[in-house]
């Protein structure tokens, strides 16, 4: 049973339009969001979270949304890049919970065509 | 070091080996991760520590994993009679403090022949 969920396994965008990658989730009890950029051969790196007492976040050409009410967030990258071409994972955590684990979708690979 | 520092990077066992996983985390972080990854999965958590004391390790797929963090700082992760199914990527991460974003190692890639 995946509690995160990224339903779209790619993504392919022109540079410089629009990225947008979308996440659900179903544990009500996650509170708190994060995206992950991924290269190969690399570690996870951290890209943006959000607190679920807001319902936007922004840096620079990243800005992440959160919609509680449908359990839903998404990640918009302005403009994109080729650099950033890479698999973004989007990770949950019960920060009111005793481990603080992270419950990570299965990840969204994002081609920026020059 | 500046980040987070997993080796070896590349692991190749064969079936029946016990292998050993090592973290550096982040000088001063008190909270200590370990993740699989298997091939077109996310990372799925394995255990969890803060400082010496493992808190959670409610991940770990059997009692053929064992991790220890015996000084607080370095950490390793234990396996005992590979199996193939435990080929995967292995995350260690770091926090400096449970509520902080965990910030990853390379992994290492274990293979099981």
């Known amino acids: 049973d995946q509690q995160v969920k990224q339903n779209s396994p790619s993504l392919s965008v022109q540079e410089g339009r629009i990225s947008i990658l979308n996440c659900d989730y179903t544990n009500s009890m996650f509170d708190y969001f994060l995206w992950y950029k991924k290269y190969p051969a690399e570690g996870p790196t951290f890209l943006i979270s959000i607190s679920s007492i807001k319902d936007k976040n922004e840096d620079g050409r990243f800005t992440v949304f959160l919609n509680k009410s449908a359990k839903h967030l998404s990640l918009h990258i302005v403009p994109s890049q080729p650099g950033d071409s890479a698999v973004y994972f989007c990770a949950a955590e019960n920060s009111g919970g005793s481990n603080y684990k992270l419950t990570f979708g299965k990840g969204t690979l994002l081609t920026v065509n020059p | 070091g500046a980040g987070v520092s997993q080796s070896p990077r590349y692991k190749v066992a064969k079936r029946g080996q016990d292998v050993a996983l090592r973290c550096d985390p982040i000088s001063g972080h008190v909270s200590l991760f370990w993740y699989q990854q298997a091939l077109g999965q996310g990372p799925e958590f394995l255990t969890y520590?803060?400082?010496?004391?493992?808190?959670?390790k409610s991940g770990l797929p059997s009692d053929r994993f064992f991790a220890e963090r015996p000084e607080g700082s370095v950490s390793t992760l234990k396996i005992q009679r590979t199996q193939q199914e435990d080929s995967a990527v292995y995350l260690c991460a770091s926090s400096l403090a449970h509520e902080g974003v965990a910030f990853f190692g390379q992994g290492t890639r274990l293979t099981v022949v």
């Open positions: 520590f803060q400082n010496e004391a493992q808190l959670d």
